[in-house]
């Protein structure tokens, strides 16, 4: 058994640490400790002498000497912020947050020789690291635990009741648990449920999702790095009911696809600034009972286009993918216009960026150099294509969002136009590394994305 500590510093790490492992009967390592034991003085004065890069890297030898271990680990506040310390951490073993208010952190530290991170003041520090740190944390949790108010032991005896199995579930709820994943079609997570309470569950919530390829993506991936998850499909008409189911399960993280990008915003405690301005989210983080919201599909359209800065692009349809599409052009300083059937609604998108708006008929009046398509068409069953090869220039970037299938009819009309053409895959690929990260905390690269894909 591997039990991992992580969070600020005076968040109770060491303290509950060492009860864990007591009452375990497991070998304590507080990282901090071996690293001044590899470094043979002190953590103070290895800032002093080498700064903090320094300490970062014998953190990192220390953390990955624990891969394999058995045994209880206490992290240093920063450790998680490096994706490659998460990966080992996380490797057969189960993270737990430990969070506390800025106010009682800093009552707690008061008085550490530890050297300052940043110029700010002691209790600045301490909010600014926080918010830096925050998605680092919550991604590589399994279970958040607030311990401002609890003592040590109380704190312990949580962790230990959840290392046991012993989940706290009213009978209701279980029952009403049982019967939204029966109509799911879900009997058999309830089953590696019941078989294994330490589970930790992902899923894709859309409708349709049948034809996401994010499942095996995932299971793939949760497999090479050593953790007990389980990725699945939410498939239901309506994302409330989605996010309930995902409440009353172990739920860590959702991939969220059409048509509920916009839907699922009401249903968040939290969303990030992109996902505020794009108003959809496409990833939700969820850590001690709250929600987090976030957009990683215009990295997705971002990362592909950057050779393109400071294009004309045009952008089809004005959903949430069109939204996501638009602040990512404007991103790279494109010039945008916004087409789609409803011209009003490519004009209430297009104003919210400041671009030119206008129907699908006008695309033939456009000069642009970018098309990108953010509409579902193309995808399957419904393979036709807004455009033909006809209503492209030779040298145009033709990126459609659609990647089931890869080769849609707008890709292979971009290629015989002699454009460059840019598959939906790339963007399910840049995006899927970022939601990867949120969820898991653990950074993969395209190229190991593309090849489980493969």
Not at 7 to 35: N, Q
Not at 396 to 414: E, G, N, Q, S
């Amino acid at each position: 058994m591997k039990v991992v500590l992580i969070g600020y510093r005076g968040t109770g790490k060491t303290s509950v640490g060492r009860i864990l492992a007591e009452r375990l009967d497991l070998p304590f390592f507080d990282t901090d400790t071996l690293v001044e034991r590899t470094a043979s003085v002190s953590i103070p004065e290895i800032f002093r002498q080498h700064g903090e890069a320094r300490f970062r890297a014998l953190e990192r030898e220390v953390i990955e000497s624990l891969a394999g271990v058995e045994g209880v680990i206490s992290t240093g506040g920063g450790a998680v912020c490096d994706p490659a310390n998460v990966a080992f951490l996380r490797r057969q073993g189960r993270v737990y947050l430990l969070s506390a208010t800025p106010e009682a952190i800093r009552k707690r530290i008061a008085g550490s020789d530890r050297p300052g991170l940043t110029s700010l003041s002691p209790e600045e520090e301490v909010r600014s690291l926080l918010a830096r740190r925050k998605d680092a944390y919550l991604g590589a949790a399994d279970t958040c635990i607030d311990t401002g108010s609890r003592t040590p032991v109380e704190v312990a005896g949580t962790i230990l009741r959840d290392l046991r199995g012993e989940k706290s579930i009213p009978p209701e709820e279980r029952c009403e648990r049982d019967l939204l994943l029966e109509r799911f079609g879900l009997s058999g997570l309830r089953e590696m449920l019941d078989l294994d309470p330490w589970l930790m569950v992902c899923g894709i919530a859309g409708y349709p999702c049948a034809h996401s390829r994010s499942p095996f993506l995932y299971n793939r991936l949760f497999e090479r790095f050593g953790m007990n998850y389980h990725y699945t499909r939410f498939e239901w008409p309506d994302v409330g009911t989605i996010i309930r189911l995902a409440s009353l399960l172990p739920t860590k993280g959702l991939s969220v696809t059409i048509p509920f990008k916009t839907d699922v915003m009401r249903h968040l405690d939290e969303v990030d600034e992109h996902a505020a301005a794009i108003g959809a989210a496409n990833t939700v983080v969820r850590c001690g009972g709250r929600s987090y919201g976030h957009n990683t599909d215009w990295l997705g359209v971002r990362t592909p286009l950057l050779h393109r800065q400071g294009a004309r692009a045009v952008v089809l349809g004005a959903g949430g993918a069109a939204s996501a599409a638009v602040y990512a052009l404007r991103s790279l300083d494109m010039e945008v216009t916004v087409l789609a059937r409803r011209a009003d609604a490519a004009q209430r998108l297009a104003e919210r960026f400041n671009c030119r708006w206008g129907g699908l008929e006008d695309f033939r009046g456009c000069e642009t150099d970018v098309v990108l398509n953010a509409t579902p068409v193309g995808m399957e069953p419904d393979t036709r294509s807004l455009l033909d090869a006809s209503d492209l220039e030779r040298g145009m970037t033709v990126f459609d969002l659609v990647y089931t299938p890869p080769d849609t009819p707008l890709i292979r009309a971009a290629r015989e136009a002699g454009c460059e053409a840019i598959p939906g895959t790339e963007m399910f690929v840049h995006q899927a590394v970022e939601q990867f990260r949120l969820i898991t905390g653990i950074a993969v690269s395209p190229e190991e994305v593309r090849e489980v894909l493969s």
